[in-house]
Nanobody
Framework: VQLQASGGGLVQAGGSLRLSCAASGRTLSRYGMGWFRQAPGKEREFVAAITLSGGGTHYADSVKGRFSISRDNAKNTLYLWLNSLKPEDTAVYYC????????????WGQGTLVTVSS
């Protein structure tokens, strides 16, 4: 499966963004999906994950209550809604896929940059 993330940009603290991840090559419904991010000078970290059906979600503590992950299998698209953004949310955001709901994420998109100004 090929993944293409989009929707990043520059936003003020407290603002919102919606990231999208379009999948091609395989039907998205076969893959558990996730979002990760990498801030400048830091290692990549987990942000959120969603099950094949969309019925289960999991978030990093740092974004819980502010970010929301969702998917539209009919459109082969994954979303991440970013609300109440903070400067520390500045990072390149990557979408990822794994076959099934467990195991490592084996497929990665190219990333989209989110910059939050204070």
């Amino acid at each position: 499966v090929q993944l293409q993330a989009s929707g990043g940009g520059l936003v003020q603290a407290g603002g919102s963004l919606r990231l999208s991840c379009a999948a091609s090559g395989r039907t998205l419904s076969r893959y558990g999906m996730g979002w990760f991010r990498q801030a400048p000078g830091k290692e990549r970290e987990f942000v959120a994950a969603i099950t094949l059906s969309g019925g289960g979600t999991h978030y990093a503590d740092s974004v819980k209550g502010r970010f929301s992950i969702s998917r539209d299998n009919a459109k082969n698209t994954l979303y991440l809604w970013l609300n109440s953004l903070k400067p520390e949310d500045t990072a390149v955001y990557y979408c990822a896929a794994r076959y099934g709901d467990v195991g490592d994420f084996d497929y990665w998109g190219q990333g989209t940059l989110v910059t939050v100004s204070s």
